[in-house]
């Protein structure tokens, strides 16, 4: 990247040359294949990661390789600074991650929870599976993520990647479980307000509507919603409306028409918000094979 120089005059004084700061560009690409359906990689060459991410899939996260292109080997790379640690991301949640770890690249699987409703029937598992941790050093898991992650990066014909993600998804049904009760303990007040938005997501909500549903004042529901969910209210609605926008966008909807039906004012509006979320435009997510954003 070139090196720009800001030169400041201040009453006739020319002050020195002064380096304008540099803004990184993270590069984000997102694989998806017709002939392995319900799976979604999605891999940035620059860490941190999002902060906070919301899914409505299961989906695992862990260090990559950094090089661009590199391939994911199985003896090394896998957890990085984390201690070859896999982040499971719960589905319908906020998932935080506040490591500090700087790796080159972090790889993102999403698995639609169709794939494991077969398998689980055949352990006699039923009900809404959930991960039973946040996180996992399983050497098996490690190890079927990353023959599952070097098929992807080389190519490789579909039968060897649909029996890599089958591996993945054995492992991963080993540490969920049907839980019994709720989900996550979140206050009643919150609970009401997080279903409410989950319901009327794509309906334009103030928050003393919001705080009204919860029977409490704004300024506190905005305090505890945060705390529990993992974000704001209305930053919790604009992650719901992109994750129905996306699930669109894969069935083929176009853009100008996903925009209205999720909730955004204009196709403008809906882009930027895709974009930073996502980090790619919905045209190009919509795109077959596998695409490439830049942010």
């Not at 982040?87 to 494991?116: H, K, W, Y």
């Not at 039923?126 to 599952?148: I, N, T």
Request: hydrophobic fraction near 40%.
């Amino acid at each position: 990247m070139p090196v720009h120089y800001a030169i400041l005059a201040r009453r006739s004084i020319l002050k020195a040359p002064r380096l304008a700061p540099r803004i990184h560009r993270q590069r984000w690409t997102f694989w998806r294949a017709a002939w392995l359906p319900g799976v979604e990689v999605l891999t940035t060459q620059r860490s941190p990661m999002l902060a906070r991410f919301y899914t409505e899939r299961p989906a695992v996260s862990y260090c990559h390789p950094g090089a661009p292109g590199g391939s994911l080997g199985r003896s090394r790379h896998l957890g990085c600074e984390r201690g070859r640690t896999v982040q499971l991301m719960q589905s319908g949640e906020v998932n935080v991650d506040l490591s500090a770890c700087r790796c080159l690249g972090i790889r993102m699987i999403f698995v639609d929870p169709t794939l494991f409703t077969a398998l689980a029937s055949e352990r006699g598992m039923s009900g809404s599976l959930r991960f039973c941790a946040a996180e996992s050093e399983d050497p098996r898991l490690l190890g079927a993520l990353a023959d599952f992650g070097a098929a992807v990066d080389r190519g490789g014909p579909g039968s060897d990647l649909r029996a890599c993600i089958s591996a993945c998804t054995h492992q991963l049904l080993d540490l969920m479980s049907a839980p019994t009760a709720p989900p996550r303990d979140l206050p009643h007040p919150v609970r009401r307000a997080r279903d409410w938005l989950n319901h009327h997501f794509n309906e334009s909500i103030t928050l003393e509507q919001l705080a009204d549903v919860a029977q409490l004042s704004p300024f506190h529901l905005l305090r505890i919603f945060r705390r529990a969910v993992g974000l704001p209210p209305h930053a919790y609605q604009t992650r719901l409306r992109i994750e129905r926008a996306r699930r669109m966008l894969q069935t083929g909807v176009p853009p100008t028409l996903v925009a209205p039906a999720v909730g955004f004012a204009d196709q403008s509006h809906f882009t930027r918000h895709f974009r930073r979320v996502l980090g790619i435009t919905p045209g190009a997510y919509q795109a077959a094979g596998p695409v490439t954003a830049d942010r």
